[in-house]
């Protein structure tokens, strides 16, 4: 199927572990992203990868970092996780063009005890 | 910097009926785009329609359109015949189309929506 796809959907750790989220898209899009939804439900943007270059970095803690090993790829890992790290990240792609709607992956719920 | 507020924390609506989900936006811009994504339980987001705002007609989907005002940067959702299936958390979703932009959507608050049988 044609989609974007994220590993593992929960993740639950302890604080200050280090974890990996990981992202990949068959859908031939060459602009790639990281969302953060609350526990309000809010989303917000984290990190964008455009051709593997990173276009987006939004006041995000050094403890998080992407890695685009190719387009169709984008990972998150994250160092010494605490307890604000517990929320469901969103990876989604798209096209470069403004009109090209965000497809995302089902997201990945990260519990941090 | 753009903003998108969505003032409806809830909101419910009868099975067949319709309901309107309420959007506004902030922006200095004249070119963008605009969206309403689909948050069922499953945590997917779904697309359910976009809306270029150099076009004056307002966009339609099946049972779903839009009321898009560019003067007021208003843009609401209509649900019509709703559905069960249509309970949902839908967020509003905003889209420079500047040059250089980053791509990225900004996102209202969410509403949800629940359908009642």
């Known amino acids: 199927d044609t989609a974007v796809s994220q590993t593992p959907k929960y993740l639950v750790t302890q604080m200050g572990n280090d974890k990996s989220i990981k992202c990949e898209q068959n859908?031939?899009?060459?602009?790639m992203y990281w969302y953060k939804q609350d526990s309000k439900k809010f989303l917000k943007i984290m990190f964008s990868?455009?051709?593997?270059?990173?276009?987006i970095n939004e006041t995000v803690p050094n403890r998080f970092s992407p890695k685009s090993p190719d387009k169709a790829h984008l990972n998150l890992h994250i160092n010494s996780l605490e307890l604000g790290d517990s929320a469901v990240y969103f990876c989604?792609?798209?096209?470069?063009?403004?009109?090209?709607?965000?497809?995302f992956g089902n997201g990945t719920r990260l519990t941090v005890t | 910097a753009q903003t998108v507020t969505q003032s409806q924390p809830e909101m419910s609506v009868q099975e067949a009926e319709t309901v309107t989900l309420s959007c506004t936006y902030d922006?200095?811009?004249?070119?963008?785009?605009l969206f309403w994504y689909k948050q069922p339980p499953s945590r997917q987001m779904i697309l359910v329609i976009r809306?270029?705002?150099?076009?004056?007609q307002n966009a339609t989907e099946n049972r779903f359109s839009v009321n898009f005002q560019k003067a007021a940067k208003s843009f609401s959702l209509k649900i019509s015949d709703s559905q069960l299936g249509d309970a949902a958390m839908y967020f509003c979703?905003?889209?420079?189309?500047?040059?250089?932009?980053?791509?990225?959507?900004?996102f209202g608050q969410g509403t949800t929506l629940q359908v009642k049988p």
């Open positions: 989604a792609s798209s096209q470069t063009r403004a009109n090209s709607p965000l497809h």
């Open positions: 859908l031939g899009h060459d602009t």
């Open positions: 990868y455009n051709n593997k270059e990173l276009i």
């Open positions: 922006t200095s811009e004249s070119d963008y785009y």
């Open positions: 809306q270029e705002a150099y076009k004056q």
């Open positions: 979703a905003y889209r420079s189309d500047h040059s250089g932009n980053t791509g990225k959507l900004i």
